[in-house]
Every structure is written in C-alpha cells, then in structure tokens.
C-alpha cells in the first residue's frame, strides 16, 4: 500500500462547479502538506501550502487538512478551463534537514466550458 | 515565484551518446533533485542533494549521475543515452518548504 493515495480519475466537471480533490495518507508524522497544478509537459506548479491541520484559502482555492483522519482535500470553487490539468498532493515529515516529498499519483482534471 | 531553469527544453539524440542535463536556481536554495516522469505518469526521485559536495540516489534507480559543485547548478548526466531513458527530466529545489520546480527537459533517445 502507497503511503499517499489520490485517486487518479479523471475527474470532468461543467464550468463554474466546485471541484473537490482528496488525498489520504498512512503516516501519522507527515505534517507538511502541498497541493501542486501541472499542465501537461510542464513542470508541476506549487498550488497552496499547509503545516498541521486546519484550512488555507488563496482566491478560488481552498487546502484543508483532516489529521485525525489522514485525510487531506482541495477545494476549487467557480472552476474555468484553464483549471484542467493534473492534480498532485504530496507531503512530507518534519524530519530535520529531510524534504523529500511523498507524492500522490495526480488526478486529472478536465472543465468543460 | 521561482527562478529555476532547465535547458535544453528538448533533446532528440542519437543511442550511445553522453549527455547532460542543466539546471540552475537563483533563489540560493541549499536542497536541489532530480525526477523522471513518462507522460500521465507519477513523479519519480531519481536524485537529490541537500548542499555543496552532496549528493544521493532517489527512490528510482537511474543510470544517471548527478553533480553539486555549485549551490545553484545541479547538473544530471547520462555517460550513454539508450531509448529507455527517454522520458521527461524535472528539477526542483527547495530551502525550508516546499519545492519548487523547473519546466522540464523531454528527452528522446532514438
């Protein structure tokens, strides 16, 4: 069993709906948590950031973390076309100099216009 | 926003040729990787250094070799290309959160 699971979709959605992306994890230690956009063959965007638990918003994005249930989402509200793209979470401990994140397997977006 | 760079964007080369892969940040990150992704594929570490003389193997075992003579400069090296190395190559760095990452090289090996 992977210790970051995303379910891979894809997910296709009307213009204007409220998207909602999750994540779920095994390791109780993970504390950081990332939200990343990618377009296809580009490099992967950082989205939103969150340390521990609680909700992050940044325009139409929201980041919730759900710690006791190893369990986090992202929320995209008003969706656009330019929104399609893959979806990745990944997190990682707060394991001194550690950074190597854990990823999940994306979920691909697609918003019809 | 991040400053990391990436060239060549695109490489078409021929079996048995060496190669390297450039990428440089401006942002003084001390922590720099590599990863290899096929297209709709996951993200794979092939690298990563966390300082000047650093350096070590990902999760993915790769061919390539890596480089940190210079904070800012992360060279990868392929000493001979074959066509399973085809795929793209993605940088990233990082200094206290999270990475942040380059547009990527796509490498075919013909």
């Known amino acids: 069993q992977k210790e970051v699971e995303q379910d891979p979709g894809p997910l296709s959605v009307p213009e204007g709906a409220i998207v909602s992306l999750n994540c779920t994890y095994s390791n109780s230690a993970f504390q950081y948590f990332m939200w990343y956009r990618q377009y296809s063959r580009k490099g992967p965007e950082l989205l939103m950031y969150?340390?521990s638990s609680g909700n992050k918003e940044d325009g139409r994005f929201t980041a919730q973390v759900d710690k006791s249930s190893k369990y986090i989402s992202l929320f995209i509200r008003d969706s656009q076309p330019s929104d399609s793209a893959t979806y990745l979470c990944?997190?990682?401990?707060?394991?001194?100099?550690?950074?190597?994140?854990?990823w999940g397997l994306g979920t691909s977006l697609a918003v019809n216009p | 926003e991040a400053d990391i760079y990436q060239t060549p964007r695109y490489l078409v080369i021929g079996t048995g040729k060496k190669i390297t892969l450039e990428c440089s940040q401006t942002m003084g990150h001390d922590k720099m990787y590599w990863y290899q992704q096929d297209p709709g594929m996951e993200l794979h570490l092939i690298h990563y250094?966390?300082?000047?003389?650093?350096?070590e193997k990902g999760d993915l075992s790769s061919e390539s070799t890596v480089s940190r003579i210079r904070t800012e400069h992360f060279p990868l090296t392929l000493e001979s290309a074959r066509p399973s190395h085809t795929s793209q190559y993605l940088c990233a760095s990082s200094l206290t959160g999270p990475q942040y990452f380059g547009p990527g090289t796509r490498l075919t090996v013909t």
């Open positions: 250094s966390y300082g000047v003389n650093s350096t």
């Open positions: 969150t340390y």
């Open positions: 990944a997190m990682t401990t707060n394991a001194g100099n550690n950074r190597k994140l854990i």
